[in-house]
């Protein structure tokens, strides 16, 4: 099943943890097939350096889209043009410091290819602060797609 990634990224961001969330996608046991990443106004060298080495390391793999906003438009408008840029009708979304677990797709997919009436799928979310992990629980609901077209 072919799928993009999509990804926003802004000068705040830190750059190692853009580096360790684009390196956990380049190592998923299912690997998409198109990351689109939307720099949302002009960005640091060091975000610049990891784009740049990590686009030269899997861009004969999977399709790395570039789009480059030449101002801030804030987190949702570059989530809109980075969903309007997939290729693929399915589409997992992340944030330049998020890091998935090796499997994470693999599970999706397979979640997606038994259940067709699913729209969303959610994932847990672990928060790693000064060393700390916090397991953030959110709504175990499937949501079905009639309920969120009505």
């Known amino acids: 099943m072919n799928f993009s990634v999509c990804i926003c990224v ?10 360790e969330a684009l390196e956990s996608i380049y190592n998923q046991s299912v690997k998409p097939n198109q ?3 939307v720099l ?9 350096t990891v784009i740049n080495d990590y686009n030269l390391l ?9 789009i480059r906003l030449n101002k801030n438009k804030g987190h949702g408008e570059a989530r809109k ?3 309007e840029n997939a290729k693929h ?8 410091d998020d890091i998935s677990r ?13 259940n067709n009436e699913l729209s969303i799928v959610e994932v847990s979310i672990f928060s790693i602060l000064d060393k700390r ?3 953030i629980t959110l709504p175990t609901k499937n949501i079905f797609f009639s309920e969120i077209s009505s």
């Open 133 to 135: 992990v916090s397991i």
């Open 40 to 48: 949302d106004g002009p960005i640091n060298q060091e975000l610049e």
């Open 89 to 96: 009708g399915l589409i997992a979304l992340m944030d330049a």
């Open 81 to 83: 043009i980075s969903i």
């Open 10 to 19: 802004y000068d705040k961001d830190n750059h190692k943890y853009l580096k």
């Open 35 to 37: 990351i689109v990443l």
């Open 102 to 114: 090796f499997n994470r797709f693999e599970k999706q997919i397979d979640i997606f290819q038994n």
């Open 58 to 66: 899997i861009s004969d793999e999977i399709d790395f889209d570039i």
